[in-house]
């Protein structure tokens, strides 16, 4: 059982950072493949950042392309989201998800992921 845990969350105005980062402790860590996903007030869940377990190849939704970076530690047996030049548009519940042998073509799907956690909040104020 792999336990998700998530920090970093906050309020903050307009063009402002963040650094969220996700622990995932109870397995191997640099077997998985880590993902982000967020979920806005009132919308679906949608797929914001992955990383995987292999060669650490990134992908990104096109709305964080350029301001977000998705990182691992290994040894730390964490996964972080940098977030820059942050909008109200990205305010949401964000969770940090982990998956196993997940193929490329899957990566930006949310039921490809085993473990998730109970999320952090972004508040981006205008």
């Known amino acids: 059982q792999v336990q998700v845990v998530e920090s970093g969350g906050g309020l903050v105005q307009a063009g402002d950072s963040l650094r969220l980062s996700c622990v995932a402790s109870?397995?191997?860590?640099?077997?998985?493949?880590m993902g982000w996903f967020r979920q806005p007030p009132g919308k679906e869940r949608e797929f914001v950042a992955a990383?995987?377990?292999?060669?650490?190849?990134?992908s990104y939704a096109d709305s964080g392309k350029g301001r977000f970076t998705i990182s691992r530690d290994n040894a730390k047996n964490t996964v972080y989201l940098q977030m820059n030049r942050l909008k109200p548009e990205d305010t949401a519940l964000y969770y940090c998800?982990?998956?196993?042998?997940?193929?490329?073509?899957?990566?930006?799907?949310?039921?490809?992921?085993?473990?998730w956690g109970q999320g952090t909040q972004v508040t981006v104020s205008s």
């Open positions: 998800a982990v998956g196993r042998g997940i193929i490329l073509s899957n990566i930006r799907a949310a039921g490809a992921y085993n473990s």
């Open positions: 109870g397995g191997t860590f640099s077997t998985y493949d």
């Open positions: 990383i995987r377990r292999i060669g650490g190849q990134t």
